[in-house]
Structures are given as C-alpha cells and as structure tokens.
C-alpha cells in the first residue's frame, strides 16, 4: 500500500518564474485536497476534488494558483509568476467517499522557495 | 466560520511525564474532531479522532474526548517518551468531504 505521494519534495525558484506540483492519491480515494502550511503555522485549505470536478475553492487561492485533476487520480497545483509570500509547504491529502468521518491522509508536501 | 485555538508551545517536558495539549473550537454542529501529529522531517500523520460527543479517541498512549459542552477535545498522554517529541495540530471536519480546519500547532519537545 502506497500512500500520498508529492512530487518534488523541494522547489527552489525565482520570483516570477512558474512552478508546478503533483500530487498522487492513494489509489482508491477519491477525494483529494490541496492545503498551504507557513513556517509555524497549522494547515490551510486551498481547494479540494472529488473525481476530476474541482468543488470548493478558497479565497487564498488568486488568480495566479490553477489545480486540476484531469482523470480523477493525480492532481497538479501551478502557481504562475510566483512571489516570495508563495513560499510555504504545499500538502495534498486524500480521502474515501462514503467514509462517515472521511478520514484525510496527508503526503509528505512539497516545499517551495521563492527567492 | 470555524476555528481552533490550542496552546502555544513549545511544551518541554522530561521523559515519562504527563503531557496535556488543549485545543477548544467553534463551529455550529457537530463536528468532527481530529489530532494530527508531525515528526521532524515527516508529513501530517493522523493520531486520533472523535465524531460526536463524549467519544473518546485513543492511540499510542494518546487519549482525546469530545466534549461538547466545553467545545474541547483536550490531548492527553500519561508517560510521554523522546519519540514524542513532534508537533501537534488540533483540527475540525464539518461535514465528510468538506475540509479540514486546523488550529496553529503545539511543538513537544520530550528530553531524557
């Protein structure tokens, strides 16, 4: 069994430039979650999926953040013309439709670096 | 909206002492409740949970009710070890498929 996996684990980047990360769910779930975690502080939801139909999307994500889910297993997070306050850990996280407490297991996130 | 308030830390503590971690919330309903933990290096690992008042959640020593009455869900471990040592994230669910809300965090730090 494989759980959450991001890829790449690190990203180093110059302001302005275009980053994109992935996210792989466990192979069953079908929910998947996008949140941000500054240095010190608890996660903070972004958007999350339910198949390939992106259903909720949070007012921290401008117009610069895109994420899609095209075949309704991985998803990617792109975030264009990055500034230095985009710097953060990026999490994705999976869940099972029809779980009563839908359970979200959490990748190891990918950390990025605006300089 | 929703939030969760849990103490700051770090909370530094001798090997085999009693850790308490609060976390009270808001919410309308009846939430879902979570503990979240991340060790140094790692990703968010699911501790415990609770889905409606006075359940108790349980694992690795660590124990959590819901308490409705209080809004709290406090975190508790009776003798703490160095593997402990982590941090902690209180965290809500309103509705399955709906997202997490987390508190700030509390750093453990568990010395021999």
């Known amino acids: 069994d494989t759980g959450v996996s991001q890829d790449p684990r690190h990203k180093i980047t110059k302001r302005g430039q275009n980053v994109t990360f992935r996210c792989d769910p466990i192979?069953?779930?079908?929910?998947l979650y996008w949140y941000r975690q500054t240095l010190g502080q608890g996660p903070e939801f972004l958007t999350y999926?339910?198949?390939?139909?992106?259903?909720?999307k949070s007012r921290l994500l401008s117009d610069r953040f895109s994420a899609e889910r095209p075949k309704g297993s991985f998803s990617t997070l792109e975030i264009q013309r990055t500034e230095q306050g985009d710097s953060a850990m990026y999490l994705c996280?999976?869940?099972?439709?029809?779980?009563?407490?839908?359970?979200?297991?959490f990748g190891p996130g990918t950390r990025l670096t605006v300089l | 909206g929703n939030s969760v308030t849990q103490m700051e830390g770090p909370v530094t503590l001798s090997e085999e002492a009693f850790l308490t971690i609060n976390c009270t919330y808001t919410?309308?309903?009846?939430?879902?409740l979570f503990w979240y933990v991340q060790y140094p290096g790692e990703g968010l690992q699911l501790l415990l949970k609770?889905?409606?008042?006075?359940d108790k959640g349980s694992n690795k020593g660590f124990e959590a009710t819901y308490r409705k009455e209080t809004t709290s869900f406090h975190l508790e471990k009776g003798s703490v070890q160095v593997s402990d040592s982590a941090v902690y994230f209180c965290?809500?669910?309103?509705?399955?498929?709906?997202?997490?809300?987390f508190g700030g965090g509390t750093r453990v730090l568990v010395k021999p």
């Open positions: 996280a999976s869940s099972l439709d029809g779980a009563s407490t839908d359970t979200q297991y």
């Open positions: 192979s069953e779930h079908n929910r």
């Open positions: 999926f339910q198949n390939e139909a992106q259903l909720e």
């Open positions: 919410a309308t309903g009846y939430p879902s």
């Open positions: 609770a889905t409606k008042a006075d």
């Open positions: 965290a809500l669910i309103k509705a399955a498929g709906n997202k997490l809300t």
